[in-house]
């Protein structure tokens, strides 16, 4: 079964950074797509960035590009977002997400698995 489990979340000021983590078991995950999501009170999930695991191709919203990168440690088997430049409007519960996505890489449809989420909060 798989399982996804997120960390790294926290409370900072605006400008500032954080790195996410998902840990992922339960299978191998080459032929996967890795997503970040991120879903703000009152509004829906958002797309936020995707890695293919298998050659590591990446995705990313306009609004996080060149502030935010994702990555994988093939080794660990785990997902990181490292998220720097931060603003309040990035204030959210993030989840990571999992599975075979053969359509959008952006639709969260496409994926079966999630974690638990992180909170972040950005302060102005």
């Known amino acids: 079964q798989v399982q996804l489990v997120e960390s790294g979340g926290g409370l900072v000021q605006a400008g500032g950074s954080l790195r996410l983590s998902c840990a992922a078991s339960g299978r191998t995950f080459s032929g996967y797509a890795m997503g970040w999501f991120r879903q703000a009170p009152g509004k829906e999930r958002e797309f936020v960035a995707a890695i293919r695991w298998s050659g590591g191709i990446t995705y990313y919203a306009d609004s996080v590009k060149g502030r935010f990168t994702i990555s994988r440690d093939n080794a660990k088997n785990t997902v990181y977002l490292q998220m720097n430049s931060l603003k309040p409007e990035d204030t959210a519960v993030y989840y990571c997400?999992?599975?075979?996505?053969?359509?959008?890489?952006?639709?969260?449809?496409?994926?079966?698995?999630w974690g638990q989420g992180t909170q972040v909060t950005v302060s102005s």
């Open positions: 997400s999992a599975d075979r996505v053969r359509g959008p890489i952006s639709d969260s449809r496409g994926y079966d698995y």
